[in-house]
């Protein structure tokens, strides 16, 4: 059966603007905020999470409750209903989204290290998390070389989560570029996490500290630092990491009120901590933390005839999270 020129046209249109709006970069993100609803359409059911608008046409940002996947779309594309935070937890209560948010609020009486700190037990690999704190100095790209290098044959792409707060990326455009290249290319698969905009951080006890500083306005440092992301082209995931892995009770709330997942570490390599199986490693890419990098370079090392045999993997945070509370 041969389709017509027109309809064909209108095939190619679609695929093309599916295409753009994956890979868009939204400039003049308006009306962000945060707006949990049911998302429907025809098989699938979804949550949103935030509502914008950009170039006249309002967009959502979207995650599936089963498989922690986050998408931006076209509001248009879906029936939806309004739902209450708590209402949206009572609704998916058996789905991988929820029961991460009930386990990270679990331990949301830490000070420090709140949230998943441990993705994937008795599995022969380790979760890999990246922090981007602000810092004038380049990218550790050495980094993300390494894990490619090391992974090319077993893992392709290679999958990670990158903590990105807004500074940073206000002032390594070059960097986020090359990093976006390494996810276009293939070569790695990079999950976005939020890790604020501003990132401040001052002399005070950790109680005052980081995010718990009087004064901090919580909508500035996620909501901001999402739309940020999305003017670069970022899609944002539902996870969020505290700067200095630091919080209390009313904070960790607070932040799984916007719908997001504290991800910890129990093994942030430049304090000495040692990975286990299923760890959640932690390490700091913006050039602040040479223990870190080496630590880890050295980790891979150790690792690499395990690697070449599939017997140490990398795993995807949204996977083994699913695969935890399947």
Known sequence: MKLSRSLLLTIVYICFFCIQIFAQNFDDVKRYKVNFALASRTDEKLIALRSFSSNNQKYLLLVNPETLDTKVDLATNYTTSSLQFQNMLAIFKNTAYVKSLEAAAAKDLQLQNAGIDHAIPNEKGITLTIDLCPSHKALDRIIFQSVFDEFKKTELPAPLAVSVSG???????????????????????????????????????????????????????????????????????????????????????????????????????????????????????????????????????????????????LFDLRQGLEKEFE
């Open 167 to 313: 500074k940073w990326m206000l002032k390594h455009q070059d960097d986020l570029n090359w990093l976006k290249s390494l996810v276009d290319k293939k070569d790695l698969n990079i999950t976005w996490v939020n890790h604020t905009y501003n990132h401040e951080v001052n002399k005070l006890p950790l109680a005052e500290n980081f995010l718990l500083a009087p004064g901090t306005n919580l909508d500035v440092e996620v909501l901001e630092n999402e739309k940020l992301m999305l003017k670069n082209g970022l899609i944002p995931s539902v996870f969020f990491r505290f700067p200095g892995l630091v919080s209390d009770k009313a904070i960790v709330e607070k932040i799984e009120a916007y719908g997001l997942i504290p991800v910890g570490s129990d093994a942030w390599l430049a304090k000495g901590q040692q990975p286990n199986a299923g760890s959640i490693v932690l390490i700091h890419g913006n050039g602040n933390e040479e223990i870190g990098v080496k630590d880890f370079i050295q980790l891979l090392r150790t690792k690499q005839a395990d690697v070449e045999n599939k017997q140490w993997l």
